[in-house]
């Protein structure tokens, strides 16, 4: 039809033009060029025959879900063949054809070798997670030789977020593409333009992290990557559309088994299951490094001595061997926040409260704390010994640390060894007067007010030292240690 239409606005406006010179410039025959030029009307395509009675049953599905739904073909096939359609898909589609006309662009596929390339890329939609209408984005890497395809979701787009997509597609693959094609999103591009282009520097680290070179489309060129276009079509229509979630985990879950489905399918170019040809490339890709990535984005807190780290106005509780130490934290998914150890070990993981002022807290966390700071009554007859008649103070302790009673009461008394009782008496007295019962308080008044007993005794030692005489000759290390002159 558009060699029809070509060939009547050149006529048109050239009616000089010859037959032949027309041929030439299309590069179509002589016959098209004659034919087309007796035609009123373009050519169209007819097919005979009458309707199958096998698809009637099912016509007014496939009206509705096109209408209504705006479902593609193959998810309307896969739905009316679950009914009971027992047709073909020739049959299927012809009449498909028919309800909804399908232009499709075409570009010759870029093929690339095993472990070449990855393309990645997310896509925002809506879903209904728990009664609630919620937004998410949906990544996806896809391999470029097997087409194997690892898919995440996620609450955020920002930069952790895509860099933790793509660090645990990587990571669920087994290995790492040598050359990853992304878009110009911010997070991969400072300067997009063809003459002044730049990367984003927190992409290169990540990129040199991992060891793969990156790569980009062009801007409004997005068939360079369609590989990794061309499924989100597909998961939108079979995942995505019209279907609802508990809730987030299980969102994550059933995406999972869907990319599982996905990757066992037949694939239209490579004419085989994506998963069998990942097998084949699995050998080819670059070893995964030792350490996940830590990046600009990952804040460092200090846990307080109460086990607990801060973050974004709620308190989050961290295993009680990472009391008043300083740890990584990190967004997870958007969902999800990840503490971790300065050996990049995760010590903890929370769901992130929605409502400020929350303290959010795992029991497991302080088991610990009960064994190391003993029977809370034998605790608190040791603290009286040395410092009766504070039997108030060790009740506003027990009342304001209910989950770690134990294990605050037991650095206090290993605190008060270190200061003059008088010194560690006032603390209390300060503790009383401000209501602020936790070692962390404490240790830093004593610190800021008083000095430590045992920098009192080191002053001491050393004047006595230094009435000792410990000059020797130089003839002593010539002749009795053999040293030579």
Same mark, same amino acid.
């Given at each position: 039809?558009?060699?029809?239409?070509?060939?009547?606005?050149?006529?048109?406006?050239?009616?000089?033009?010859?037959? $032949?010179?027309?041929?030439?410039?299309?590069?179509?025959?002589?016959?098209?060029?004659?034919?087309?030029?007796?035609?009123?009307?373009?050519?169209?395509?007819?097919?005979?025959?009458?309707?199958?009675? /096998?698809?009637?049953?099912?016509?007014?599905?496939?009206?509705?879900?096109?209408?209504?739904?705006?479902?593609?073909?193959?998810?309307?096939?896969?739905?009316?063949?679950?009914?009971?359609?027992? &047709?073909?898909?020739?049959?299927?589609?012809?009449?498909?054809?028919?309800?909804?006309?399908?232009?499709?662009?075409?570009?010759?596929?870029?093929?690339?070798?095993?472990?070449?390339?990855?393309?990645?890329?997310?896509?925002?939609?809506?879903?209904?997670? &728990?009664?609630?209408?919620?937004?998410?984005?949906?990544?996806?890497?896809?391999? &470029?030789?097997?087409?194997?395809?690892?898919?995440?979701?996620? @609450?955020?787009?920002?930069?952790?977020?895509?860099?933790?997509?793509?660090?645990?597609?990587?990571?669920? %693959?087994?290995?790492?593409?040598? +050359?990853?094609?992304?878009?110009?999103?911010?997070?991969?591009?400072?300067?997009?333009?063809?003459?002044?282009?730049?990367?984003?520097?927190?992409? @290169?680290?990540?990129?040199?992290?991992? &060891?793969?070179?990156?790569? $980009?489309?062009?801007? $409004?060129?997005?068939?360079?990557?369609? /590989?990794?276009?061309?499924?989100?079509?597909?998961?939108?229509?079979?995942?995505?559309?019209?279907?609802?979630?508990? %809730?987030?985990?299980?969102?994550?879950?059933?995406?999972?088994?869907?990319?599982?489905?996905?990757?066992?399918?037949?694939?239209?170019?490579?004419?085989? *299951?994506?998963?069998? @040809?990942?097998?084949?490339?699995?050998?080819?890709?670059?070893?995964?490094?030792?350490?996940?990535?830590?990046?600009?984005? *990952?804040?460092?807190?200090?846990? %307080?001595?109460?086990? @607990?780290?801060?973050?974004?106005?709620?308190?989050?509780?961290?295993?009680?061997?990472?009391?008043?130490?300083?740890?990584?934290?990190?967004?997870?998914?958007?969902?999800? =926040?990840?503490?971790?150890?300065?050996?990049?070990?995760?010590?903890?993981?929370? /769901?992130?409260?929605?409502?400020?002022?929350?303290?959010?807290?795992?029991?497991?966390?302080? +088991?610990?704390?009960?064994?190391?700071?003993?029977?809370?009554?034998?605790?608190?007859?040791?603290?009286?010994?040395?410092?009766?008649?504070?039997?108030?103070?060790?009740? /506003? =302790?027990?009342?304001?640390?209910?989950?770690?009673?134990?294990?605050?009461?037991?650095?206090?008394? *290993?605190?008060?060894?270190?200061?003059?009782?008088?010194?560690?008496?006032?603390?209390?007295?300060?503790?009383?007067?401000?209501?602020?019962?936790?070692?962390?308080?404490?240790?830093?008044?004593? *610190?800021?007010?008083?000095?430590?007993?045992?920098?009192?005794?080191?002053?001491?030692?050393?004047?006595?030292?230094?009435?000792?005489?410990? $000059?020797?000759? =130089? %003839?002593?290390?010539?002749?009795?240690?053999?040293?030579?002159?």
């Amino acid at each position: 039809m558009e060699d029809w239409v070509t060939i009547k606005n050149l006529r048109a406006k050239n009616p000089n033009m010859s037959l $032949r010179q027309i041929s030439k410039l299309l590069g179509v025959s002589h016959n098209t060029v004659k034919q087309a030029l007796v035609r009123d009307s373009p050519p169209e395509y007819k097919r005979e025959g009458k309707v199958s009675d /096998k698809i009637v049953p099912f016509e007014k599905d496939i009206y509705k879900m096109v209408d209504d739904g705006k479902f593609i073909g193959s998810r309307i096939y896969n739905e009316i063949k679950s009914k009971g359609y027992t &047709g073909s898909k020739t049959t299927f589609y012809y009449h498909y054809q028919k309800i909804k006309k399908i232009n499709i662009k075409s570009f010759t596929p870029y093929e690339t070798s095993p472990g070449e390339q990855g393309q990645f890329d997310w896509s925002p939609y809506t879903v209904n997670i &728990g009664g609630i209408i919620t937004k998410i984005y949906l990544y996806s890497y896809v391999h &470029g030789f097997s087409r194997y395809q690892v898919l995440e979701v996620s @609450l955020s787009e920002n930069q952790t977020a895509v860099f933790e997509a793509l660090e645990n597609s990587m990571i669920e %693959s087994g290995g790492v593409c040598s +050359r990853i094609q992304t878009d110009n999103a911010k997070v991969f591009v400072k300067n997009a333009s063809k003459n002044n282009f730049q990367w984003n520097k927190h992409y @290169l680290n990540f990129c040199g992290h991992y &060891g793969f070179t990156p790569s $980009r489309s062009f801007p $409004r060129h997005p068939w360079s990557k369609g /590989k990794v276009e061309k499924p989100f079509y597909y998961v939108e229509n079979h995942f995505i559309k019209g279907g609802e979630f508990e %809730s987030f985990e299980d969102l994550h879950k059933k995406l999972k088994k869907f990319q599982q489905e996905y990757n066992q399918r037949t694939h239209s170019v490579v004419k085989t *299951e994506p998963y069998k @040809l990942f097998e084949k490339e699995k050998s080819s890709l670059l070893p995964l490094p030792q350490y996940r990535y830590v990046g600009i984005k *990952e804040e460092i807190r200090k846990s %307080s001595y109460d086990c @607990l780290i801060s973050y974004n106005g709620s308190k989050y509780s961290v295993p009680w061997q990472y009391a008043g130490k300083h740890l990584w934290v990190k967004v997870s998914k958007g969902y999800y =926040l990840e503490v971790y150890s300065q050996a990049n070990k995760l010590a903890a993981r929370h /769901k992130i409260s929605l409502k400020k002022g929350s303290v959010i807290i795992e029991q497991s966390h302080y +088991r610990g704390n009960n064994q190391r700071g003993g029977n809370f009554n034998r605790l608190k007859e040791i603290f009286l010994e040395s410092f009766p008649d504070n039997e108030l103070f060790i009740e /506003k =302790l027990r009342a304001q640390k209910r989950i770690n009673a134990n294990y605050q009461l037991s650095q206090i008394i *290993e605190l008060a060894k270190l200061y003059r009782k008088e010194d560690f008496i006032e603390a209390i007295n300060k503790s009383l007067l401000y209501n602020v019962f936790n070692f962390s308080f404490m240790a830093g008044y004593l *610190e800021k007010s008083f000095k430590h007993t045992f920098e009192l005794q080191k002053i001491e030692i050393s004047k006595e030292y230094q009435k000792i005489n410990i $000059r020797r000759n =130089l %003839s002593y290390y010539r002749v009795e240690n053999n040293i030579n002159e």
